[in-house]
């Protein structure tokens, strides 16, 4: 007796057989593996098989922001997006950094974080795409990080970066307004300016003039 007979469906025996070869329907108990091979529709007949962060770092590492797409818009995933800009940092992939960004409640934290870890981890192109974005206190902290891991690249692009930045608000604001400025020095007050007294001071004094 046929296949088709037995199943009386060849769209049927289609989808069973659809599976990656040599690969039981019983041994596929891994999410990321089971939508990175396109085989969604599983999930369906296994719902012990939840897809986790970890799921999600699987994607990041394997460069699969379709996968991401999909865990992220039809599965529930209790994830700190936090973490996961990190590694996607460390990765070095602007189209997951971005996904990821889009997606965090503070967009603005976010693209500090991914600053510092794509500057640790040499990735020139993360540099490029954020430098811009963030403070001076980033820009140096990210220095110090790509210093420590002997990226040199880095660290000239992030100084000029920080040079830009000094010149630009050096002419836009004017030096005792601008915290962050080269030209941050405070002018004194005048000689002539009254200085506050203390309590004591003007109860010396009063004393003084009533003795002599």
Not at 125 to 138: C, G, I, N
Request: net charge neutral; proline share 4%.
């Amino acid at each position: 007796m046929s296949c088709e007979g037995v199943l009386a469906s060849n769209e049927l025996f289609t989808i069973i057989v659809k599976y990656m070869p040599g690969k039981a329907f019983k041994q596929w108990s891994d999410a990321y593996a089971i939508v990175a091979a396109k085989y969604t529709f599983m999930l369906d007949f296994k719902p012990w098989c939840i897809p986790t962060e970890l799921s999600i770092e699987n994607a990041i590492y394997n460069n699969r922001l379709d996968v991401i797409e999909y865990f992220m818009t039809h599965c529930t995933v209790v994830v700190i997006t936090r973490n996961l800009i990190e590694i996607a940092a460390s990765e070095g992939n602007l189209k997951i950094l971005n996904y990821l960004l889009d997606r965090y409640d503070d967009k603005s934290k976010g693209i500090r974080a991914a600053l510092v870890y794509g500057a640790a981890s040499g990735h020139i192109e993360v540099v490029h795409a954020y430098a811009s974005q963030v403070s001076p206190k980033t820009l140096r902290k990210a220095i110090a990080f790509a210093s420590d891991f002997r990226k040199t690249q880095i660290v000239q692009s992030l100084q000029a970066t920080l040079v830009s930045w000094h010149a630009a608000t050096a002419e836009a604001t004017l030096p005792t307004n601008d915290l962050y400025s080269i030209q941050n020095s405070f002018t004194p007050a005048p000689n002539s300016a009254p200085q506050q007294q203390t309590f004591s001071e003007r109860i010396i004094k009063w004393l003084y003039k009533f003795l002599t």
